[in-house]
């Protein structure tokens, strides 16, 4: 069966790390969809006289938050189709809450839910200081806005999104990433989504 993954979260707790780790030992299109549509945002944001780091401003959330996203699930969609393992890294906060969407996906892939096992890892940590800290530790400049306007910015790092897609509960996986990424954690992880 094809694997479908969600590796979902706040910023800095780790999604992509996480991923990343799993992706050693189960092969897949690695789709984040910061890298899909980071340098395409940042333009159209410079284009606009506004922050390039800026994914928290009205203009982002009405004109390019959903391009990102859709373009996401559109290379997904092309990687299911071609019998891929997909691992998807990004919030994914109003596709989650919306059931028709991975429906929709799933169909546009040609396959169907017996094809695809779809599987969401919400990725947290323990305390909002180590997620600061690792925001400022992966340094990028996407994340200069987060860091200078953290008094508005800081969010909850144990938020569990609503998740409303018809999947098992046993498909989702609460995944605390505080401390280090042991290859024991890892190795539970990898068995979560093989199961």
């Known amino acids: 069966m094809q694997k479908l993954v969600f590796f979902v979260g706040v910023a800095g707790t780790g999604k992509t790390t996480v991923a990343e780790k799993a992706t050693e030992q189960i092969p897949c299109a690695f789709l984040d969809r910061d890298t899909v549509g980071g340098r395409f945002v940042e333009r159209f944001l410079e284009m606009n006289d506004l922050d390039p780091n800026d994914r928290d401003s009205s203009f982002y959330k009405e004109n ?26 990004s919030p994914f906060t109003a596709e989650l809450k919306n059931k028709k969407w991975l429906e929709d996906v799933i169909a546009a892939s040609g396959k169907s839910k017996e094809d695809i096992d779809v599987k969401v890892v919400v990725v947290t940590l323990a305390d909002i200081e180590q ?8 340094g990028t400049v996407r994340d200069s806005w987060k860091l ?7 969010t909850r790092v144990d938020f569990v999104p609503t998740i409303n897609w018809d999947i098992p ?4 996986e609460i995944f605390d990433n505080s401390g ?4 024991d954690k890892v190795t539970k992880l990898v068995g979560f989504i093989n199961k």
């Open 131 to 138: 997620q600061r800290k690792r925001i400022e530790e992966r």
């Open 180 to 183: 280090d990424l042991t290859e």
């Open 64 to 89: 390019l938050r959903d391009l990102e996203y859709d373009t996401t699930k559109d290379i997904c969609i092309e990687n299911l189709r071609v019998g891929q393992n997909v691992f998807m890294i």
């Open 169 to 172: 509960e046993d498909h989702i």
């Open 148 to 154: 200078d306007n953290w008094g508005d910015y800081e």
